[in-house]
């Protein structure tokens, strides 16, 4: 019998700017942020340093001086791992590289470590792979230095192992099969989400770990990984929720977004959001019990106007009402935000009155119709009782008279099965 020895949590040095964009208390955050994310990526952190500077050093981003600091603290408290909170460009990097003997990750290689230890589908997989090559581009002199090191842990998963022989040319060959492969699948998502038009979808978005999957299984049952870590989950999940008999949604969960989210990981990531984009209604799930909850709400609110899906119709749902600690700021958010709702989906409190807003704009989103058929056309009475609710049916002599509710898209669609026949 072979024992596995658990390999050793990486050491790891946070460290970010404060200068004259963000104030202290926002750096804190921030950096409380990227504790959150380098724990995500199996990583511990030992020290947290906050810098002031007007604006980063060309050369060493915190300054010479007090990286020569940090070096110091390296190597007495045996580091592996220095991280930066903002994305150092290919000269900052070299240097502190050679000057801490040590891996150096900023933000964004962060993040992509941990979607390539996330990515499980082939199109999860394409899309961290194709955003890892671009942003890999024009630090591929760094790649070089950093690479010949064999370093192994954090950082260096995904295609960046395999990229110590490869120039740019290769790379943007790789690059042009990704996007290619990438437009194959885009365009098989389409074909299956086709079928879903028929139904009203709702498109459950937020700022990561605002508790987007716990709300998907309280409302359908979804059986969603839900943990308390930063993107738990990348690929869209979507599934059928009954709010009465016979009216359902569609709902899907989404990746959570996230300041500084790396621009190529949002561009390679829209084919999975096309989920956002094709909803007809926007659940914006939100932490209530964060500090920052407003900063989150922008953050999202960005996002989604640069997927054009902003002036969709939206509530907002303020979760996890039962970890809030100053019950004044739910009297505030009442007042501040249109059409919202207190819940915890942890607890299920107030998910009735939440079922209660999603069956009106259920009902809003529908209208009823009246339609005379031949008794001959049982074929086409039995496709409505599936597209639609029967209010009433009336037989007689002569005709089948039916008064039924349902969607413009299938009242449409029973329409077209009419003129078949």
Known sequence: MIELKPVPKERAILIALVTEDYSKDQVEEHLEELELLTNTAGAITVFKIMQERYRPDPAFFIGKGKAEEVAQLIELNDIQLVIFDDDLNPTQARNLEKLFERKVLDRSGLIFDIFASHAKTREAKTQVELAQLQYMLPRLTRAWTHLSKQYGGIGTKGPGETQIETDRRIIRTKISKLKENLKKITAQQVTKSAGRKDQITACLVGYTNAGKSTLLNRL????????????????????????????????????????????????????????????????HVIDISHDFFEDHIKIVDSTLEELNSHKKTQIKIFNKVDALKDKNRMDYVVKQYKNSILISAERGINITNLKKMLLDIYERNFSTYKIKLDHTDSKIISKIYELAEVMSIDYNNEYVLLNYRTSAVNHNLINKLIKKT
Request: hydrophobic fraction near 45%; proline fraction near 2%; glycine fraction near 4%.
């Open 220 to 283: 359908t049952e979804a059986g969603v990984l839900a943990e308390d870590k930063l993107f738990a989950t990348l690929d869209s999940t979507t599934r059928s929720f009954e709010i009465e008999k016979n009216k359902k949604i569609l709902m899907s969960d989404t990746v959570g977004f996230i300041r500084k989210l790396p621009h190529h990981l949002v561009a390679s990531f829209k084919s999975t959001l096309n989920v956002v984009k094709d909803a007809d209604l926007i659940l």
